[in-house]
Nanobody, 126 residues
Framework: QVALVESGGGSVKAGGSLQLSCRIE????????LAWFRQPSGKDREGVAA???????YYAASVEGRLTISRDIARNTLTLAMHGLKPEDTGMYFC????????????????????WGQGTQVTVSP
């Protein structure tokens, strides 16, 4: 059973930085794709970044160059380093996983990920 637990959210001013972490348990497959999604209040959940066992990384255009996804296998942790934050980055951030590689055409499609964390809130003020 895969379990994901996010942490690291908080409130920052525009231009600030945050680092989110996702503790991963039970992901024993040699093939995997891990992703970060976010959901602003009242809006749909959108994929922002994904990483797989081939070390392929994918980013939404809106975050390219500001957010960096990485995985520390030894610590079973997925990280999202966020810099140059904007008010539009505000939302609940979720960690997601699947036991197949990522694909560019659907890395940001929530329906392909069966495993989800509970989320951590990020608020960016002007």
């Amino acid at each position: 059973q895969v379990a994901l637990v996010e942490s690291g959210g908080g409130s920052v001013k525009a231009g600030g930085s945050l680092q989110l972490s996702c503790r991963i348990e039970g992901l024993t497959s040699s093939s995997w794709c891990l992703a970060w999604f976010r959901q602003p209040s009242g809006k749909d959940r959108e994929g922002v970044a994904a990483l797989d066992d081939y070390n392929d990384k994918y980013y939404a255009a809106s975050v390219e160059g500001r957010l960096t996804i990485s995985r520390d296998i030894a610590r079973n942790t997925l990280t999202l380093a966020m810099h140059g934050l904007k008010p539009e980055d505000t939302g609940m951030y979720f960690c997601a996983a699947k036991t197949r590689p990522c694909f560019r055409e659907n890395f940001n499609d929530r329906s392909v990920y069966p495993h989800w964390g509970q989320g951590t809130q990020v608020t960016v003020s002007p």
